[in-house]
Nanobody, 124 residues
Framework: QVQLVESGGGLVQAGGSLRLSCAAS????????MGWFRQAPGNEREFVAA????????YYADSVKGRFTISRDNAKNALYLQMNSLKVEDTAVYYC?????????????????WGQGTQVTVSS
């Protein structure tokens, strides 16, 4: 019901910053809880950050807490992930996701719609 398109990925040196964007179409993001996940080659898809509908409560994986900030702009129907102090370990394909349900936000299985992913590569 909603299409998600990511942008903003790229190559950055360790310690640098990137801002990922996720634009939605088809339906408004107001009705969805949103999340960012990432997957590195050979690894499982892992939770990065999430933001709730309504109150906008945020959740972060321990590995990114204090460095990444998730936000949403309902007027623009967009989701963002500001990534600061990037580490080589952050290298992965990053996906935005939306969920209609009310399950725990850290579980990928609870999300219904996914973007195509955007590559983030952090060099040493």
């Amino acid at each position: 019901q909603v299409q998600l398109v990511e942008s903003g990925g790229g190559l950055v040196q360790a310690g640098g910053s990137l801002r990922l964007s996720c634009a939605a179409s088809g339906r408004t993001l107001n009705n969805y809880a949103m999340g960012w996940f990432r997957q590195a080659p050979g690894n499982e898809r892992e939770f990065v950050a999430a933001i709730s509908r309504g109150t906008g409560s945020t959740y972060y994986a321990d590995s990114v807490k204090g460095r990444f900030t998730i936000s949403r702009d309902n007027a623009k129907n967009a989701l963002y992930l500001q990534m600061n102090s990037l580490k080589v370990e952050d290298t992965a394909v990053y996906y935005c996701a939306a969920r209609e349900g009310w399950g725990v936000p850290t579980m990928s299985r609870n999300y219904d719609y996914w973007g195509q992913g955007t590559q983030v590569t952090v060099s040493s």
